[in-house]
């Protein structure tokens, strides 16, 4: 048995089933290996591609997502997905192939200080110089995605450590360095709290029911940053919507007349706060990220474990307040906003996927989350081409239908992920936006750059014939009434829909 063996042994030990990726030359080693196991490789076109789907195949159901490729070539074309990952926190493994290690800091084909490159867009990057640092890197890394969920973690294999066979494979003794000495002035604060407020974030998911139990108890209302919509379903009348640039009219009420606001698993952006609120209790597992008089680094289930809640009356009060928001052009014939808002009606327990552009707006706005892992896209990053291959993780993880709601720029960014949808025959349904051009960038250059609109025209393909080419349906509507009409059938994917739309401004945050 070599290191890539026991490697793989080792991945299947730990409920790996699913890995995406590329293969190429010096990642062979592990590629022979997962040819004799349990797993199933999703073989993508593209490495962005495969680290994009171990994203989606984390988020859409908390499962540890895998992505591979090979050296530089293959590893360098991880670098934006990772960062995606990297700015969401979103945890998965990503393994890369390297040369062997006499080429390191050479000018050898295909030599790059790839593990180097990577540390500013991983947790981690490990470069083991033998077969038992490899292993340890390994459990090391899984350990910690499982535990403290908060970014890749890369680990760079040379071709000869793969194929070592004198190693070492050592358990781990791993502790975690919390540091919970402000539970007693959180306690405090807690205990004055007349009009407390949660505002959740991805870090809390883990304690969905805890905190439904909590808020439901106590009468305690709830706001979400946007990675921790569905925690509390968005049709509880204690989930008060976001918070930060898209609030809704109660969770920026309740926001504003808050006196005690408990913060859990929140990155504390500038999305969510403008400026640091006073009596904030913020609890996360990342250290950097906290702020505030009353930071708690740890676990939220820890933070929960030690805290007492009390029943509070303010809920109501909010709840006088009308949340309606308005949006222009929603039964308009061929605005976006319209196709979106009937697509995610017709949809609407359905997983939906959004890539990046002024469709993305429209679909948050417009998707009501009922559960974590309800609607998946890049908040931090938000690179153009992150959908299909999100959708396609998400459809491998869930084995559910999933929602696919893209524009015309972005779907062609990963559009050669439409052979991994159809060969491995998955049931995600596309709509894709055409309106012929990078409609938010046009946006920009003509409000804020008082400029005529420049290289955001689109002379795209026809979509419905480019699907077809790849074996997939694929119909095309131009008109509200048609789209109705289609959205009256049993659809179910691979299936590709062309919707042709008129230009639009989105509300774009201040």
Known sequence: MNVADRFVEILEEEGVENVFGVPGEQITPIYKSLSASSINHILTRHEQAAAHAADGYYRSTGKLGVCIATASPGALNFTMALA????DNVPILVLTGDNELEYRNTDHFQTTPQFEMFRHITRASYNPLNGTEALYALRAAIFELKTIPKGPIHINLAKDV?????????????????????ITRAQEL?????????????GAISQKERLEEIALKYRIP????????????????????MVGIRSAPRSKYAFEHADCIIALGIRASERTFQEVPENLIHVNINRDVLVGDCPIHGKVED????????????????????????????????KPQAAIKRILSRFYDNIT???????????????????????LFSGSMAPMGY???????????SDEKIILINGDGDFQMNVQELATLKENDLDVIVFILNNSEFAIIRQWQEDFYDMEAYQVELKNPDFVKLASSYGIDAVR????????????????????VEVVVESEKVPLPK
């Not at 807690?190 to 991805?202: H, N, T, V, W, Y």
């Not at 709830?222 to 919507?241: A, K, P, Y």
């Open 84 to 87: 995606t990952a990297f700015k």
């Open 477 to 496: 509507v131009e008109n509200l009434e048609d789209l109705e009409m289609l959205l009256q059938n049993e659809l179910a994917g691979p299936l590709v």
């Open 190 to 202: 807690i205990d004055k709290s007349e009009r407390p407020l949660f505002i959740l974030g991805a």
């Open 387 to 397: 959908g299909l291959p999100a959708a396609i993780g998400a459809a491998i993880a």
């Open 162 to 182: 793969l194929l070592q066979e004198d190693f070492d494979d050592i358990k781990l003794c791993y502790l975690c360095e919390d540091d919970m000495s402000n």
């Open 353 to 375: 996927v959004s890539d990046a552009g002024s469709h993305t707006t429209w679909t948050t706005l417009f998707k009501k989350c009922l559960r974590p892992g309800h609607l």
């Open 303 to 334: 933070f929960l474990a030690e805290i007492t809640f009390k029943k509070v009356d303010w809920i109501d009060e909010i709840l006088r307040i009308d949340n309606t928001i308005e949006i222009e052009g929603s039964d308009d014939d061929l």
């Open 222 to 241: 709830v706001t979400t940053t946007f990675h921790g919509r569905g925690i509390i379903s968005e049709d509880d009348d204690l989930n008060l919507g």
